[in-house]
């Protein structure tokens, strides 16, 4: 399963002729958001950013996400931002999809291409900039670090997931593999991203219900899967927001490997203060 590649929309309008029904769905366990309404009038600018336009995927919401936002930004020539962030509580995913991103934490300087990973800590300076003459499109996720008294703050991260070897999960000889960009035995990161990969044919071969809430990307190929009480087809460039103890299960349909970029919130004891209306 080493055929990687990784969609990313490029805008436009759908034409006048296009039926309107489409597999937009929303209810109150999960979403899906097509790859085909991620067009020119739903995206947004964002203060500080320069040459930048980003279609915003998920955020904390009353009925919607909880934990996390995630957006896929691109960068024109040159774009970029010296002070992206504008939250010193939160956290950052950013994993490349097209392009090449200059990328700076804490003053050190990084080069990401297509598969590259950042984790960046809450509190900590970082600036992007595309410095290449075509544009570079990334994921953006991210989530208000949970601090733990006695427990050190995580460190950043930088990789590519195309240097990292897939677990394969157990008894499926290889056909169903998870990559992950965070150590999950490293107690100090309150979030998990990886790409789960999908042999042609493969199954979650189970209602997987637990208390992780998700953001799912889907990067390359396609699949069917199973929300709650529902099958839906998903193909590359959708997106499916699942909230917690929401059912899932999937099968990946041929003929190439069915793959998506996860997020899961973990590694924390569960909040006990009363619910606060956002």
């Known amino acids: 399963m080493t055929n990687r590649t990784y969609f990313t929309p490029a805008g436009g309008l759908p034409p006048q002729s296009q039926l309107l029904t489409s597999r937009a769905v929303f209810t109150d366990a999960y979403a899906v958001i097509p790859r085909g309404v991620m067009t020119d009038i739903v995206t947004s600018m964002l203060p500080f950013w320069d040459g930048t336009r980003a279609w915003m995927l998920s955020r904390p919401l009353s009925g919607f996400a909880e934990t996390f936002s995630q957006c896929i930004v691109e960068l024109a020539p040159s774009g970029g931002s010296n002070q992206p962030e504008p939250d010193p509580e939160a956290e950052a995913g950013l994993f490349v999809v097209a392009g090449t991103l200059d990328l700076t934490i804490a003053g050190a300087k990084h080069t990401l291409g297509p598969g590259g990973f950042a984790f960046v800590p809450a509190g900590t300076a970082w600036t992007v900039r595309n410095s290449s003459a075509i544009p570079a499109s990334f994921h953006w996720i991210r989530k208000r670090f949970q601090a733990v008294d006695g427990l050190a703050p995580p460190d950043p991260i930088v990789l590519n997931e195309q240097n990292l070897q897939p677990t394969a999960m157990p008894d499926t000889n290889g056909a169903w593999a998870t990559t992950r960009m965070i150590d999950p035995a490293d107690i100090r990161y309150d979030m998990h991203v990886n790409i789960v990969t999908f042999a042609p044919g493969a199954v979650i071969p189970f209602a997987e219900t637990h208390v992780m809430e998700h953001g799912l990307y889907m990067l390359q190929g396609k699949g069917v899967y199973r929300l709650n009480q529902d099958w839906v087809e998903v193909e590359a460039g959708d997106f499916l ?18 793959r998506y970029l996860l997020y899961k919130d973990v590694n924390r004891h569960a909040d006990l203060s009363p619910v606060r209306a956002r």
């Open 241 to 258: 927001w699942l909230r917690a103890y929401c059912p899932q299960a999937c099968y990946a349909g041929g003929p190439e490997p069915f």
